[in-house]
């Protein structure tokens, strides 16, 4: 199922038929929808439609998937572990229109906020050829400064980072308007020379095609895809642009992007994401979840789930229910959730009479069953994120905590469970 069909099918799509402008006004509205997924048929600078808020929530995610909320994991997991080699074919949807121009003005990609940068794609999944490593997806923020030309956010020691930094100039794609299995493979963290391509193909099958530019092959099913250029030598601003801390990030030197090719699927609809809010968050925390419950169990204790909450940003922070056997587990667990995901800051532990999805519930595990003196584990000065704006601007050096908020296996005296209470059935007692 494509990005296109699953929009389609969507039954509480909301479709807005005024004629709506990409600066301001849209994501003003999207920002207001919260997590109700919403067609723009009438945009006010271009001919394309567009669409946002398509998978805000886990549930999103899983019923694109066909599976629960509670087997996100495992099904992640299995797909980075399995991957299946997509169909390839000759003739593909997103190359049905070639423009014959190249001027992004005629895209409608949004200006989302009054103090950022400039217009930015949010949502194109980066894909970029090694003639050692293969092929990689990943997503890279992209501010238009020009009719044919972005300049794009790198993060330092990724994988395309070091693509470019062997290669100096280097041909790539941004393929927009892509389904969950896309999306989150894109966002998953494997080892170098992994084609995200074979993982999104296990989430569901998957056709791909080989770009019109360069060698490489491109999810036949997307909207819109732009090829071209990027040149490590040639800089310009990048920023200011809000990310997933909902904080302004700064202006950056980055490299240019020079497109030489647009095609599209006839009647495209432009993939919109807006940076900060619920969507920008399950796409980039949801796929960090595998790799941490894969660590935490390879560690010797038994993990049950992991929520990289948005009150962390979907990044920070990461609650971890464990099936405690041993009084150490909850510290193993903490170093392994950290080794899982390199970029979180604080990590917090939990039984499994926890729901890591109550905010109420986890914090009433830190109030009753946490000793900071005896239950916190710090490590000082180590590399965070560069989304945390606390941490040290240039090296990004932060401090990170671990907060076992379990029981102890053995008490004296003191019990840890929460009490139950008497159960009734209203209806038999309210009129």
């Known amino acids: 199922m494509s990005f296109r069909e699953h929009i389609e099918k969507m039954p509480n799509l909301v479709r807005i038929k005024k004629k709506v402008s990409t600066n301001l006004e849209a994501s003003a509205v999207i920002n207001e929808l919260a997590d109700k997924p919403v067609l723009f048929e009438n945009i006010k600078e271009s001919e394309f439609k567009v669409c946002a808020n398509i998978f805000p929530t886990k549930q999103s995610v899983a019923d694109y998937l ?21 169909k390839i074919v000759e003739k593909a949807p997103c190359q049905e229109v070639e423009m014959k121009e190249i001027d992004l003005d005629k895209i409608p990609i949004l200006f989302h906020l009054k ?26 923020r992209s501010m238009q400064i020009a009719k044919n030309k972005f300049s794009i956010r790198i993060v330092k020691n990724r994988h395309f980072d070091t693509f470019l930094n062997e290669q100096k100039k280097m041909p790539m794609a941004i393929c927009i308007g892509n389904g969950a299995e896309v999306l989150n493979a894109a966002a998953t963290s494997v080892e170098i020379g992994q084609n995200e391509l074979e993982i999104a193909n296990t989430l569901k099958p998957i056709r791909v095609v080989k770009a019109k530019t360069f060698d490489a092959y491109i999810p036949a099913d997307c909207e819109f895809v732009l090829e ?32 030489t090719k647009i095609t599209h699927r006839k009647d495209a609809i432009w993939q919109a994401l807006l940076p900060g809010k619920l969507e920008h968050k399950i796409l980039m925390g949801m796929p960090r979840e595998p790799t941490i419950f894969k660590k935490v169990n390879e560690a010797g204790v038994k993990c049950l789930d992991v929520n990289v909450n948005p009150g962390g940003c979907s990044w920070l922070h990461a609650r971890v229910q464990i099936d ?9 667990a903490i170093e392994a959730a950290f080794e899982g995901h390199k970029s979180c800051k604080h990590v917090f ?83």
């Open 66 to 86: 066909g599976c629960k909320v509670d087997e996100l994991i495992p099904t992640l997991t299995k797909a980075i572990e399995n991957p299946t080699k997509p």
């Open 115 to 140: 103090k950022d940068g400039g217009k930015f794609i949010t949502s194109g999944v980066v894909i970029a050829k090694h003639p050692k490593y293969g092929q990689n997806l990943d997503f890279h």
């Open 228 to 259: 071209g250029t990027i040149d490590l030598e040639e800089l310009a601003d990048e920023g200011p642009f809000v990310d997933l801390t909902e904080t302004q990030d700064i202006i950056r030197q980055q490299p240019v992007f020079t497109v």
């Open 324 to 332: 405690k056997q041993t009084d150490e587990d909850g510290k193993k």
């Open 349 to 431: 532990i939990v039984d499994k009479d926890i729901d890591i999805y109550n905010d109420q519930e986890v914090e009433w595990a830190m109030a009753t069953r946490f000793q900071a003196h005896k239950r916190i584990v710090i490590h000082e000065k180590e590399k965070g994120s560069s989304l945390d704006p606390s941490a040290k601007s240039e090296t990004h050096y932060t401090t990170k905590a671990g907060f076992d908020l379990t029981a102890k296996l053995h008490t004296e005296g003191k019990n840890f469970s929460k009490a139950e209470f008497p159960k009734a059935n209203l209806e038999d007692y309210l009129e």
